[in-house]
Each structure stands twice: as structure tokens, then as C-alpha cells.
């Protein structure tokens, strides 16, 4: 029984950790969405990437995969975000996705966040300029 109270007690801990991380997230999200247009002075254009694909660039960083899709299909089908910007913001992001949300929840269990955060945006940053520089993809 008491390993059963244990495991509730900590569940608990866990849940409303978790739901510290996310909820200042999801309000940070409505408030990007009124920012848009200081956002639109950002220059990303060296990763191949224009203003239109910022937002739904900088939402999957912050907050995840899951409203950046949704926000990267609305952009594509209502302004000019091409099929290679689109792949650049989606490679971008597989790898750099949730930083804020993924970093706390695993400094949380343990992790160095600095580590996590430098490694991934290098890695993204890198691995998106590589993939605008060559010559795989077509506009």
C-alpha cells in the first residue's frame, strides 16, 4: 500500500510540474500570434527561410511539433511559403522542436537544459544552411 501511495504521490508531482511547463507555453503561443509582425523583421533568409515561414517556425520551436503543424499547413495554404521553404522549416524543426517544453521536462528528470538547448539548435542551424546550400532541392 505503501508503494502504491508513493507512486500516486509522486505522479502527482510529476503532473503538476508538467502542467507549470505547458501552460505558460500555451499563453506564450496566443501572445506570439499578436506579435507577428515584429516577428516578420527576424531574418532567417540565410537558412532559406522568409518572414511567412517565421511563425510557424519559431511556434514549433517553442512549443513543439504538434501546433507548429498545424500552424505550417494554415501558412502554406494561405501565403507563399513554397514547398522548399516548408521542407527547410520542417527539418529545422525535427530537430529543434519544443526546445523550451522538451528542456524543462528533462531538466526536471535530470538533465543539463544548457547542453541540451546548444546541441540541438547547432545542430538544426547546421543542418538546414547544408540543406539550402545544395543542390537536392528545387524551388
Same mark, same amino acid.
Given at each position: ?7 500516486? &504521490? ?37 537558412? *532559406? ?14 512549443? *513543439?511539433?504538434?501546433? *507548429? ?14 514547398? &522548399? ?18 528542456? =524543462? ?27 539550402? &546550400?545544395? &543542390?537536392? =532541392?528545387?524551388?
Amino acid at each position: 500500500m505503501e508503494i502504491i501511495i508513493t507512486a500516486l &504521490k509522486d505522479s502527482f508531482s510529476l503532473i503538476l510540474k508538467l502542467f507549470i511547463i505547458i501552460l505558460p507555453l500555451t499563453i506564450s503561443y496566443e501572445f506570439l500570434k499578436h506579435k507577428q509582425s515584429q516577428i516578420e523583421k527576424i531574418r532567417f533568409s540565410i537558412f *532559406g527561410i522568409t518572414h511567412n515561414g517565421l511563425v510557424p517556425l519559431i511556434t514549433g520551436i517553442i512549443i *513543439g511539433l504538434t501546433y *507548429g503543424a498545424g500552424i505550417i499547413i494554415h501558412s502554406i495554404r494561405t501565403s507563399n511559403i513554397n514547398k &522548399k521553404e516548408a521542407f527547410l522549416i520542417l527539418l529545422f524543426l525535427s530537430v529543434c522542436h519544443a526546445m523550451i517544453e522538451d528542456t =524543462l521536462i528533462f531538466v526536471v528528470i535530470g538533465a543539463n537544459g544548457f547542453i541540451l538547448i546548444a546541441f540541438r539548435f547547432a545542430l538544426a542551424i547546421i543542418l538546414t544552411y547544408l540543406m539550402y &546550400k545544395s &543542390k537536392l =532541392l528545387k524551388s
